[in-house]
């Protein structure tokens, strides 16, 4: 059986002091977080560029006119028929211009054809990367092909959502693209979310065509980062996100309609999305909520095939990364640099808002802020650089670009740059969550008083059949429906709908939720965090399975508190596995869980064990005369809920958060001088 090694919460009392006193003028980070398929690196800093500043590129259109040609199929080697539409750059007459062109690959589970609705409706200087009809790319010599992926749209099969088959087809359509004759022998692969995923996945097989890739906010780790965080299940987000990618597969009436001639082909592949309902959707949701392993845990290779993280070592062509701070994908997004790094040209842009909201402001020209110009220019300078071979300027851009939360205003956030991430300049801090509710830097000398935090009332967690509609539905009793954690895992919709206080106000939900609250002292200074924390607590519970929610605040005069990142942790799965864990001038700062069954250890009622908890890598300033604070409660449904054999286990606990010298909990920070905001 594998061993894994534990994390002691405090070294000892001499190291602590010793790592304080380097502050933050020590030595850079030392490690990279590891994956399923490889340990923890050595993780010395790139050198900073000689120049890094971002300047707006553009070009005029090549073309006056983008037109779409008529819907084809690709006959695959399995005999299922995938759905393709191509847009070519044309004359003033709409004639297709002959030539040969880069093309673009997008490859989507959400419709080629809702993409060419909004490609035809969309600004002529917007490119949307959602696939469909590109205008901004096509009219600049871009060759534009979307794919619906295997199992969705139009496309044949019986989808396991980015499963084996699906990842397959993603070569049969790269393969398909070279054939053609208006080809020139490049490929650029591009898309916002799926679309990204799908990007990074097919860039990992290394086919020699691919020569750039354009992804924004993709997933990495779908279990860690996002379904299964801290080995609770997030049916949150997946009872919205499953709902629309089987609804929009099975609405392909009106394509058939829209194409006769290929009726039977359409018609065939519903029927194939129908079936899907009662062999993937179903089977995985129940499977999932039920607490089978391999699918609400770790085991197996059903998250793994499904995780870009794992093959992003493999990409050979330079790969431009978008996320945001506050994305489903939040945590992915700068480990996908982490692995690309020091293989391709790589850059990672980090932008303000939840899923839905970070497409729209990667639109945004920030420079004036230190962002970098618009998602549709520097997809354009990158694949101008790449596919066409004009030198424009990429080796200027800075490595890293990140909204900093605190920095600037609501109106006119402000970005950072720096050479690499994590921060250069990073160093661990150790801050104590002491009984009086203080977050010190101070570690107690003696005993000290408890804090206990009830388990709430399970949530309702349903599955429903409503003809073709698969639906997942949670209803929330811990209070986190009014949360900013609400907005994340509803993708922003739930801001979309009507913005609450809640959402960016927490002190909502840590009173719903009994949270025990620790703060510093209003700082004198201002605080500088960037990149991944760890919080360690000791605990202790009554019942076998108990979680530990951790929200990192940022607090303002009038007594606001603002969520700057979030950790969720079951304690039966604090198993370390210190080889793959991110170590910082040796100290931990970035736990991996297997979150296997292997690795579970049921809690023994009234023993004291560490925990653990990964909290998502985020970029924030605290200012002056503002606090921060951590707050620990019992769960937060909004993230992740208990599966159904663990909720009865769970039910009526009540844990016990130590705070004394021989169980000191703490936080590690990733603290960086307040000077290298730029």
């Known amino acids: 059986m594998k061993r894994f090694r534990f994390l002691a919460s405090g070294l000892s009392m001499a190291c602590a002091a010793t790592l304080l006193s380097w502050g933050t003028a020590a030595l850079a980070q030392t490690t990279t977080l590891g994956t399923r398929n490889s340990l923890s690196q050595p993780n010395p800093a790139l050198a900073p560029t000689a120049q890094q500043r971002w300047t707006a590129y553009s070009r005029a259109e090549n073309h006056p006119n983008a037109v779409s040609l008529p819907l084809e199929f690709i006959t695959l080697k399995s005999g299922k028929k995938m759905a393709v539409r191509v847009s070519v750059p044309a004359d003033w007459l ?13 490859q989507t589970a959400y419709r080629i054809d809702v993409g060419q609705i909004l490609g035809n409706v969309a600004s ?106 801290g080995g609770l299940l997030n049916p949150l987000f997946l009872g919205k996100w499953l709902t629309l990618t089987q609804a929009l597969s099975v609405q392909n ?27 993937f959707y179903n089977p995985t949701w129940d499977a999932g909520t039920q607490g089978q392993v391999g699918i609400a845990t770790d085991d197996g290779t059903f998250w793994s095939v499904r995780s870009p993280l794992e093959v992003a070592a493999q990409i050979k062509a330079p790969t431009f990364i978008v996320g945001s701070n506050l994305d489903i994908f939040q945590r992915d997004e700068p480990l996908l640099y ?35 110009p618009g998602s549709s220019a520097l997809l354009l300078q990158w ?24 920095y600037g205003t609501d109106s006119s956030p402000r970005f950072a740059t720096a050479a690499d991430w994590p921060h250069p300049q990073m160093s661990p801090q150790r801050w104590y969550l002491r009984a009086d509710h203080r977050l010190s830097t101070q570690a107690p000398q003696g005993m000290e008083a408890n804090h206990a935090i009830p388990e709430p009332a399970a949530p309702k967690v349903s599955r429903s059949q409503l003809g073709n509609l698969w639906s997942g539905k949670v209803e929330i009793n811990d209070g ?26 927490s002190r909502t939900v840590e009173a719903a939720q009994q949270a025990v609250v620790y703060e510093t002292e209003p700082l004198a200074q201002d605080l500088y965090l960037n990149g991944p924390i760890q919080a360690d607590v000791w605990m202790s519970a009554t019942r076998s399975q108990a979680a530990l929610s951790v929200r990192v605040d940022v607090v303002d005069a009038t007594g606001k508190a603002r969520t700057i990142t979030h950790g969720l942790m ?26 296997t069954a292997a690795s579970s250890q049921p809690l023994q009622a009234g023993q004291p064990v560490l925990v653990p908890v990964e909290v998502f890598p985020t970029a924030a300033l605290v200012k002056a005369g503002q606090k921060l604070r951590v707050a620990i409660s019992a769960s937060n449904q909004a993230q992740g809920v208990w599966t159904l054999d663990r909720q009865t286990q769970a039910d009526g606990n009540v844990s016990t958060i130590y705070s004394d010298v021989l169980r000191p909990s703490s936080i590690v920070l990733p603290v960086v001088p307040r000077q290298a905001l730029n």
């Open 94 to 106: 709409g004639r297709p211009v002959k030539g040969k062109f880069p093309a673009i690959l997008t």
């Open 124 to 229: 002529k200087d917007t490119t949307l990367l959602i696939g469909g009809l590109d205008k901004f790319m096509i009219q600049r010599g871009y060759i534009s092909v979307a794919v619906d992926v295997w199992g969705t749209g139009m496309t044949g099969g019986v989808t396991a959502l980015i499963g084996e088959e699906e990842q397959a087809a993603y070569q049969e359509a790269l393969d398909w693209v070279t054939r053609q004759p208006w080809y020139n022998g490049k490929v650029g692969l591009a898309g916002t979310s799926y679309l990204g995923i799908t990007s990074l996945l097919t860039a990992s097989k290394g086919h020699p065509a691919v020569q750039a890739v354009f992804a924004e906010v993709p997933m990495g780790d779908p279990f860690r980062g996002t379904v299964g965080t």
């Open 253 to 279: 009436g009106p394509a058939a309609l829209l194409h006769p001639w290929y009726a039977s082909t359409i018609n065939a592949a519903t029927r194939d999305h129908e079936a899907a309902i009662d062999r």
């Open 338 to 372: 982490e692995q690309l790094k020091n293989r391709v040209d790589t850059k990672l842009l980090i932008v303000p808002g939840a899923h839905l909201q970070a497409v729209l402001n990667a639109q945004k020209d920030t420079t004036a802020q230190g962002g970098a």
């Open 383 to 406: 694949f101008d650089q790449y596919l066409k071979g004009i030198d424009t300027g990429v080796k200027a851009m800075p490595r890293v670009t990140q909204f900093v939360d605190g």
């Open 480 to 505: 986190s429906d009014c949360s900013n954690s609400h907005v994340q895992w509803t993708l922003g919709m739930a801001s979309l709908l009507g913005s609450k206080p809640c959402y960016t106000d």
């Open 570 to 595: 079951s304690a039966a799965y604090r198993a370390v596995d210190a080889s793959r864990s991110r170590q910082v001038q040796g100290v931990m700062i970035q736990p991996w869980h297997p979150f």
